[in-house]
Structures are given as C-alpha cells and as structure tokens.
Antibody, heavy 119, light 104 residues
C-alpha cells in the first residue's frame, strides 16, 4: 500500500536550518509530483512547495520563497525540504503529499513531522 | 495569487442533516478545485477533485459542484464520522481557511 513517512522535524532556533525528508513506498515514486504542506498548531493547511516527478519545475509558496528548497532523489524514493533562515512562524506540522496522476489533487499524505522554531 | 474563501467558518448540525459548504475563489479557476476532510490528529483525506468528482472510496453522500469562482461541497445526510474540518484547494496550490462541521 502507499505509504509516506516524514522525518527530520524537531526544535530549532530562529535563523537556523533544518532538512525534512519523506520516504515513499508502495507506488512508483518517480512517476508522481510531490508536495509539502504545513499546518501551524490549531490553524489551517498551507501549501509550501511542489516538485515535478522528474525533479524539475519547483514552485514555492510566497511565505517560504527564497528560504526553502524542495528536492527529490528518485533512486531512493525520497523527497526533501531544506529550510533555511527559519522563523517562529514556520512552526508547524509538515506533511508530504502525493499528487494523484491526472487529478490535480493530493491523494496520499504522510502523518507529518513537527518543526518548532524557538529560542 | 488566487485566494480561496470558505464559508461559513463553523457549521453546527445534527446527524442526518444536510451540510452545505461554500468555497469562493478570487478569480476564475475553471473546475480546478479539490475538497479535503481532516479529523483531529489525522492527515487530510481527499474527498473531491475537479470540483465534482468523488475520490476513490468516498461515499456518495459527498458531492461537489461549481465552476469559475463559486463552489459547493454538500454532505446529503451527516453521519457521525463526518464531523470534521473541510478544506477546499485550488489545483495543487492554495487552500481555503477551512469550515468546521460540528455537532449541534
């Protein structure tokens, strides 16, 4: 079955960096675009970044543009999110999500990894 | 940037009642809209894609409609497991702020 497992979250000081990973299994990872979505405590969903199936065409939400970088390693079925210059407002549960082929929507989600930015 | 506005923020209903949730886009997005359900402590679940198509395994009581800027998610008869927060999303991008469907 399709599984997405995020890791790499933790407590980090403002201005520092952190890299999240999402390991995929149970499907052809290299055939699907992937995304990161975050959810601040008690708040709604915020789209963070997307990457095409082949690692090209990367897009970012305005609040993270220039600070976060999405990447993937199709040989390891792994999605990454490098987060630099972290701010308190980046505190959130970070989900990776698969784009359903031809549906334009996210059909599978991981359980998330929590990032807390605090001094 | 396209902004999605959901209304109402909260809906209080009883099991068996009909729920009607709205999502309005700041500019036309054709039918490029999805709906998700999220329960506490869980990841979101895809309900509807392309405005009106049910995702795999989604019960027929969930239906979506609309195009352009105005969209609706309807739950024809609420089951106990339907009380949750619902989000709309413009094709693989912006989410609305959510509508919480609570028990009256």
């Amino acid at each position: 079955q399709v599984q997405l497992e995020e890791s790499g979250g933790g407590v980090v000081q403002p201005g520092r960096s952190l890299t999240l990973s999402c390991v995929a299994s149970g499907f052809g990872f290299s055939s699907h675009a992937m995304n990161w979505v975050r959810q601040a405590p008690g708040k709604g969903l915020e789209w963070v970044a997307s990457i095409w199936y082949d690692g090209t065409n990367k897009k970012y939400g305005d609040s993270v543009k220039g600070r976060f970088t999405i990447s993937r390693d199709n040989s390891k079925n792994t999605l990454h999110l490098q987060m630099n210059s972290l701010r308190a407002e980046d505190t959130a549960l970070y989900y990776c999500a698969r784009v359903a082929s031809k549906l334009g929507a996210f059909d599978y989600w991981g359980q998330g990894t929590l990032v807390t930015v605090s001094s | 940037e396209i902004v999605l506005t959901q209304s109402p923020a909260t809906l209080s209903l009883s099991p068996g009642e009909r729920a009607t949730l709205s999502c309005r886009a700041s500019q036309s997005i054709s039918t490029y809209l999805a709906w998700y359900q999220q329960k506490p402590g869980q990841a979101p679940r895809l309900l509807i894609y392309d405005a009106s198509n049910r995702a795999t395994g989604i019960p027929a009581r969930f239906s979506g409609s609309g195009s352009g800027t105005d969209f609706t998610l309807t739950i024809s008869s609420l089951e106990p497991e339907d009380f949750a927060v619902y989000y709309c999303q413009q094709r693989e991008r912006t989410f609305g702020q959510g509508t919480k469907v609570g028990i009256k």
